[in-house]
């Protein structure tokens, strides 16, 4: 993986895909798999709906960060294995032979499997609505990965990967934001 | 469009879909595409975020209500094209040639052409972040329209459809929530 532009970071999670969240309790790393994600603003700053069944989510609101990962959809079984497996049971990186790397400002490990990597710090949590509130630091890309369709999750146990492409950049225009372009 | 069960409305937004989200100020109807949205749980509620730069926002927030309209694939230029217009400068619904019908709860329109609509009412609004939070009362499906995929908004004026479609319920077994299977 290589540094990228933060101003193109949030294209990574506006349409949807799903996420795997990395966290490093002070001991040990976990990882979690979330599709319950949202951009805010292109700074970005990125929302996640999560809750106390899931174990990462105190290691987040102790060492308020975590890395965003965003898995391909060749990555769709492990995915699935990790978001249906507990931390207290198992390393989920040893068990799902999934390889981590050290991030440059988190604690966090990165996937360097997966298409981007966002390193983020906790800004807030919206306890009445079990939002968490980052904002991504820096940006990790994986430009030449075969494999570039994300996953979407439909809640329902099944899944779909990018499909038919369409640019519509003239139609937008000055919508556009400026320095996004990556597809 | 015919009434569908609220246990899998849900699983129309979580893939990420760019929405169509109509309102109605007590005089006039007004639609705007919004792509940054999340599930919050399975009732279900559902978080948009946006704010006072759409013209829809202060009518959610005095009408306390919306339909939130999930388009498919087929209808990418319109959903364009309000997304790069203004309710203020035109009659939306007229100018894209976009059908409406009269709602069951909400005086918010429904879109027909759409794949599901839900009709939502505002609970909160969490003003630090811009995040809106609706609960949805009532589901509305298409299910015979031939196009079935959703769009997805890259955010860098891009777009992909559903692609490949993968099952994985077996592989998530107890993790399927009840009665949330449509696909």
Redesign the interface.
């Known amino acids: 993986m290589q540094e990228g532009r933060i101003e193109?970071a949030?294209?990574y999670f506006?349409?949807?895909?799903v996420l795997l969240v990395t966290t490093n309790d002070g001991t040990k790393d976990n990882v979690m798999t979330i599709?319950?994600?949202?951009?805010?603003?292109f700074v970005p700053?990125i929302?996640?709906?999560t809750g106390d069944w899931n174990e990462s989510f105190q290691t987040i609101l102790d060492k308020k960060e975590c890395c965003l990962c965003v898995p391909t959809?060749d990555m769709?079984?492990k995915v699935?294995?990790i978001?249906?497996s507990h931390g207290s049971e198992c390393d989920k990186f040893e068990r799902f032979s999934l390889p981590k790397a050290k991030a440059k400002i988190n604690k966090a490990p990165l996937i360097p499997d997966c298409l981007a990597v966002l390193e983020c710090k906790l800004e807030?949590y919206?306890e009445?609505?079990?939002?968490l509130?980052f904002k991504g630091l820096l940006l990790w890309e994986n430009t030449k990965k075969k494999e570039q369709?994300v996953i979407?999750?439909?809640?329902?146990?099944?899944?779909?990967?990018?499909?038919?492409?369409?640019?519509?950049?003239k139609?937008?225009?000055q919508?556009?934001?400026k320095g996004?372009?990556?597809?």
Chains 1, 2 share one sequence.
């Open positions: 193109r949030f294209t506006e349409s949807g895909a599709s319950w994600q949202m951009v805010l603003d700053h929302a996640i709906s959809f769709l079984e699935v294995q978001g249906t807030d919206v009445e609505h079990g939002i509130i369709r979407h999750a439909n809640g329902d146990g099944t899944f779909f990967a990018d499909g038919e492409f369409r640019n519509m950049r139609e937008m225009g919508w556009v934001p996004s372009e990556r597809l």
